[in-house]
């Protein structure tokens, strides 16, 4: 699959190298592109997914800027609502970025995933916790595009898990913030969550 990254920082990066590891082509975009980066206008057209791993400050005008050329792609939000200077939650209430992003691109099949995982974590010798893979959930209110995405998260070596549809962008985000919590606390970022499902 052609995979668009919106963003090229770490999250973007170790994903993205996952993902080409796993067979897939994938560009990355910035605002002033550089080396092998495109803009995000063709990242947005040459995308099949476009995953946006941006500062949630920045979603807003970006989605609002790219909604044609967002139209019937897989969207997958990656991103936290956080305070970029401390790394704080910016509490959105009864909302959650990934919500927002839905009603922003309605036209699109809109995907929260990967938001609780650390980059840090997103390297194949750092994958496995105890032999257990870490958990990648997945909330969506497009059924195939949760289902495209758990196959790749599925592919590129973590769990996926789809947890329902997007309103659950709200739990997914809320351990987000949890995990920041824990690794701000002194718990570091060599950490992640693994979702136990015992099977009958």
């Given at each position: 699959m052609?995979?668009?990254?919106?963003?090229?920082?770490?999250v973007?990066?170790?994903?993205?190298?996952?993902?080409?590891?796993?067979?897939?082509?994938?560009?990355?975009?910035t605002?002033?592109?550089?080396?092998?980066?495109v803009s995000?206008?063709?990242?947005?057209?040459?995308?099949?997914i476009?995953?946006?791993?941006?500062?949630?400050?920045?979603?807003?005008q970006?989605?609002?800027?790219?909604?044609?050329?967002l139209?019937?792609?897989?969207?997958?939000?990656?991103?936290?609502?956080?305070?970029i200077?401390?790394?704080?939650p910016?509490?959105?209430?009864?909302?959650?970025?990934?919500e927002?992003?839905?009603?922003?691109?309605?036209?699109?099949?809109v995907?929260?995933?990967?938001?609780?995982?650390?980059?840090?974590?997103?390297?194949?010798?750092?994958?496995?916790?105890?032999d257990q893979?870490?958990?990648?959930?997945?909330?969506?209110?497009?059924?195939?595009a949760?289902?495209?995405?758990?196959g790749?998260a599925?592919?590129?070596?973590?769990?996926?898990?789809?947890?329902?549809?997007?309103?659950?962008?709200?739990?997914l985000?809320?351990?987000a913030?949890?995990?920041?919590a824990?690794a701000?606390?002194?718990?570091?970022?060599?950490?992640?969550?693994?979702?136990?499902q015992?099977?009958?």
């Amino acid at each position: 699959m052609n995979i668009s990254f919106i963003g090229a920082g770490n999250v973007a990066s170790r994903l993205g190298d996952l993902m080409v590891s796993a067979g897939h082509s994938v560009k990355y975009s910035t605002p002033n592109p550089k080396d092998n980066q495109v803009s995000i206008s063709e990242a947005c057209n040459l995308g099949e997914i476009v995953c946006f791993a941006i500062p949630y400050s920045a979603m807003n005008q970006v989605l609002v800027d790219n909604k044609e050329r967002l139209e019937g792609k897989i969207v997958v939000d990656i991103t936290n609502a956080i305070n970029i200077d401390d790394w704080s939650p910016v509490f959105l209430g009864e909302d959650s970025g990934g919500e927002q992003t839905s009603r922003l691109l309605p036209e699109s099949k809109v995907v929260k995933a990967f938001n609780t995982i650390f980059a840090d974590v997103m390297k194949p010798e750092k994958q496995l916790f105890n032999d257990q893979k870490i958990s990648a959930f997945i909330a969506s209110d497009d059924i195939e595009a949760s289902t495209v995405i758990k196959g790749l998260a599925d592919e590129i070596g973590f769990s996926g898990l789809i947890v329902g549809g997007i309103k659950n962008a709200r739990h997914l985000e809320a351990i987000a913030h949890l995990n920041i919590a824990i690794a701000m606390s002194g718990g570091g970022t060599d950490a992640g969550f693994t979702y136990f499902q015992r099977k009958v």
